[in-house]
């Protein structure tokens, strides 16, 4: 046989099992790509040229160094999948392990039939009916499966709030993995693993094994789209109560302003006759008391935002009982390239820390100062200055630890979860009386 088709079969091979699974992995995150579309192209075509010349100097040069070429091809396939998204490294974790249970049992099954129809070239490698048998196989599985990662898998990776989960969520395929990598390399020792894939036995259990791993997987992404769910309705339900105070705080306003109009004259009439009278002391009184009775001068506007307006006087209000001085510079239109979710979730939470260590203080001045607005058409720009007393913990890596419970401070993560989904930042400082909370919002 010619070394031009041993090339071919090489290809062949190279192409079969490492492009359709590339394509698989970088499709959700498609839209976080660290590269332009056109350079992550021109990056997996010298991909795949790189994989195909080793598969070729394999097969012409030195087949003993198949198994290490096999790691490192697979470590270089890693690094670039890893590099060229930009996303919770869970996520492509998760994802890619997933791909690689299903491309392991593809594997199996393909030998196993070629071994059922050749049984003399299935004990060969890198032969052109094992590729032909990928192909077909990969003909009928890929597309469901890539329907099933659409409908199911894509919709959870890009909500940023749960990124903090993905840190664990990546075990569970990598669980699967070992399940069928020791029942297939470890279980049966004498075996090489040409006579482990020819097996059906080992294809039909590693059929059950992903079949389970992909219930899993369901009912996982199921349960975070439910708490995505129940997040989005508890911000909803936040924005009508926010809402709701601003508007009955509106109505007392102008319920006020009509009886003092009603009554203006009646007291015209008083002070007409003080004055007549010359009783500038009763006057005075008088003045003063009638003052007092007046509609608060609380604002009960800030902004055109429908969401962040609201926000900004609820605490202005609860900044104005607890006698926190409350300055606003906010300047934010009614449309802007942030979800009313999330700037309701990023906007409370530094304002709940702000005024919930305001509150903590015993002494001293109490201070809320918060600035924002857009720096160009996708740049939001978020600024929130207090006053703190409770001394500041920090874990050994930076975290913030919650004042209120043990562990992280929740809210804090959730801000910087936010700030990432926006390719923006968040950070925080502290001096001896201040904290300082900074956010930029860009594209998603």
Known sequence: MTSAF??????LYSFT????????ALFPFRDSLRFSKKHTAVLIFILMLLQIGIGIWVILFNPSYKSFLSIFSTLIYGIFYCSSIKANWGK????????SNVANFIV??????????????ALQSYRFTFSVFTLCIQFLLLPALLWYIQKYISPVLVYASSDNIWRFLWLIPATFYLIWYYHCYFSILKSSPTEIAIRIDNSIFLLF???????VYYIVCKMIQEMKANMELKMKNQQ???QNIQYQNLKE????????????RHHLKIMHAFMESENYTELKNYLNEYTQSLPSEAPIYFCEHPTVNPLLVWYAGQAKEHGIRFEVNVLIPAKIHVSDSDICVLLGNLLENALDSCIAQNGGERLIRISGGLQSEYMLVFTVDN??????????GGAYLSSKHSGEGIGIASIQNIAGHYNGIASFRYDDTMFYASVLLSRP
């Open 240 to 242: 009508l109560s926010i």
């Open 6 to 11: 041993y090339i071919f079969e090489a290809v």
């Open 92 to 99: 492509t974790l998760f994802l890619l392990l997933l791909l």
């Open 108 to 121: 199996m099954l393909s030998k196993c039939l070629e071994h059922l129809f050749f049984p003399e070239m």
């Open 17 to 24: 099992n490492f492009f359709p699974y590339l394509l698989l």
């Open 253 to 264: 306003r102008i319920e006020a302003a009509r009886h003092a109009k009603h009554d203006l």
């Open 387 to 396: 006053t703190y007393e409770t001394p500041i913990r920090q874990t050994a």
């Open 209 to 215: 094994v992903n079949l389970g791993a992909l219930l």
